[in-house]
């Protein structure tokens, strides 16, 4: 069958089976003569338990263990239920909360500091509330910006210019080189030494970046609150 075929077969859209072809997840024959996708009833099968799957809540990164043989559907499901019922938990403190606080008047009335408390406290006797996930948001938007078509360190200078970021690959490149080449050869002029230093001089670039990064993103946060 074709893939709108498989499509409504499974329940899934044409662009959902694309995407986990992509993704490894399965991988249909295809016709000698028109190079057409051909689906047959066991990539229907696969499909299904991919829906089923996700359904769960697994993601498509666990899923792809799965079939690779990696990990076993019952480490998997364990491992789902012990995330599903911590999130379960702290959605269940955030709903209580939610519920306490609506009874209060406007927010400019509220009591914040006697709220806090009661929140911390409750977290100190094991009640679980939302996350408070800035910093890592901000590092995730951060690496998505910073990966290597503009390298992390230099990001900031060469992020919208292809050519600079194909000259910061080369230096990179150039720099990694030398010190692979300083150990390879016994030290040489440079030594292991230099490796550490290279190192850690990369890592204070990338973590005067990402400073700098939120100080824009935080003030841009409170210029949007304007």
Do not use: H
């Amino acid at each position: 069958m074709k893939i709108g075929e498989a499509a409504k077969a499974t329940g899934l859209t044409v662009s959902n089976i694309r995407f986990y072809e992509k993704k490894g997840l399965l991988c249909p024959k295809r016709r000698e003569e028109s190079q057409y996708r051909e689906y047959g009833p066991e990539d229907v099968r696969r499909l299904k338990e991919i829906l089923l799957l996700r359904k769960a809540g697994l993601s498509v990164e666990r899923i792809f263990l799965l079939y690779q043989g990696q990990a076993e559907l019952s480490g998997l499901i364990r491992r789902q239920e012990e995330e599903l019922a911590e999130q379960m938990e702290m959605l269940a403190g955030s709903l209580r909360l939610c519920r306490r606080l609506e009874q209060e008047g406007a927010l400019e009335e509220l009591d914040v500091d006697r709220w806090l408390s009661c929140v911390q406290e409750e977290e100190e006797q094991g009640e679980k509330f939302a996350e408070v996930e800035e910093l890592l948001e901000d590092l995730a938007e951060f690496s998505g910006l910073a990966s290597f078509r503009g390298d992390p360190w230099m990001g900031r200078f060469f992020r919208n210019r292809w050519t600079a970021r194909t000259l910061a690959f080369l230096i990179l490149l150039s720099l990694l080189a030398v010190a692979v080449s300083s150990i390879v050869s016994g030290g040489g002029v440079l030594g292991p030494a230099a490796v550490v230093v290279f190192w850690l001089l990369y890592l204070a670039g990338f973590g005067m970046d990402f400073f700098w990064f939120r100080k824009r993103r935080n003030r841009k946060r409170e210029e949007d609150e304007v």
